[in-house]
């Protein structure tokens, strides 16, 4: 195992290989937590003169479903080599007719759909290194970095890619896709995109004080916002492959262009500000 330690990294990104495999010089580091091992190993680069740790969502080989990640360690782990703000392109289906497939969308909401996933550090459990966190409960009105957004959205844009600012992510257990009657029951609520993995991997960023950014790709749209058969996960897959290459150098844009650590005064930075949390995360 390659040792690490903090400084190692500025910004997190949770995705998969497909956005640092063609990076000359990547260096990979496997890291522990105490809540057990991430997805994978991380990955460290170097974009735009930033410092980057790429960490494969679902492993790098695709192998754990939305429900199994374990996104407590996923956290854990990019906080522990430095990261203070953390960027999670993810795949949704669209609820509206106008986010069809190619859409990107940068959300500013989130909607909890899941059912059975761990979704704090704060939960009085003793951890294996004698730590107690505290029950503490972290204000979440607002799930998304505001400035994270503002970058995402301008990069996506002065690329020419016209991104939707705003919008509620709802997230649904999986692995399996909605219903037509969900899908419906989703849209009518007004909610944009749906998707299995953008929960809890915002609540628990915010837990630890770091930015988080959705960026959400539309790859279908949804059961009941068609008139087809429903989501494929053929189709899914094939149009993420045909716009992986242009959400990357989004990302790589929205990267060069975030604060850096000493800079950040967004209500990420201070989520944790007064709160006795009995952890620390370094
Ligand atoms: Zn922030």
């Known amino acids: 195992m390659t040792q690490t330690s903090s400084g190692q990294a500025e910004i997190g990104v949770i995705g998969g290989s497909g956005f640092y495999a063609f990076l000359d010089d990547v260096t ?3 890291v522990d937590t105490p809540y057990g091992p991430p997805s994978d190993s991380l990955f460290l680069g170097e974009v735009a003169g930033r410092t980057v740790a790429f960490l494969p969502r679902h492993g790098r080989k695709h192998h754990l479903p939305p429900h199994r990640i374990n996104y407590r360690a996923n956290l854990w782990a990019l906080r522990s080599l430095g990261v203070t703000q953390v960027l999670g392109p993810c795949a949704v289906g669209g609820l509206r007719e106008e986010y069809g497939p190619g859409t990107l969308l940068i959300p500013d909401q989130v909607v909890d759909r899941t059912k059975a996933r761990t979704q704090t550090y704060y939960d009085g459990e003793a951890l294996p290194n004698g730590q107690v966190p505290n029950v503490v409960h972290v204000a979440f009105a607002d799930p998304y ?7 995402a959205v301008r990069a996506a844009r002065s690329s020419g890619w016209e991104a939707v600012d705003g919008g509620a992510l709802v997230v649904i257990e999986g692995p399996r896709f909605s219903t037509r009657a ?4 989703h849209a009518a609520q007004g909610w944009s995109v749906v998707g299995m993995t ?3 991997e915002a609540i628990l960023a ?10 959400t790709l539309v790859t279908d749209l949804d ?3 068609e008139h087809g058969d429903g989501v494929s996960q053929e189709e899914v897959f094939k149009v993420f492959a045909d716009n992986v290459a242009r ?3 989004v990302l790589f844009d929205v990267v060069g262009e975030l604060p850096r650590a000493s800079e950040r005064d967004c209500l990420c930075a201070h989520a944790l500000d007064g709160l006795d949390t009995g952890l620390d995360p370094a």
């Open 145 to 151: 970095c505001p400035v994270g957004r503002r970058t």
């Open 182 to 185: 969900e899908s419906l029951w």
């Open 198 to 200: 953008g929960h809890p």
């Open 206 to 215: 915010r837990e630890l004080g770091l930015c988080y950014t959705s960026l």
């Open 28 to 30: 990979e580091v496997t």
């Open 223 to 225: 059961a009941g916002a």
């Open 247 to 249: 959400l990357r150098n």
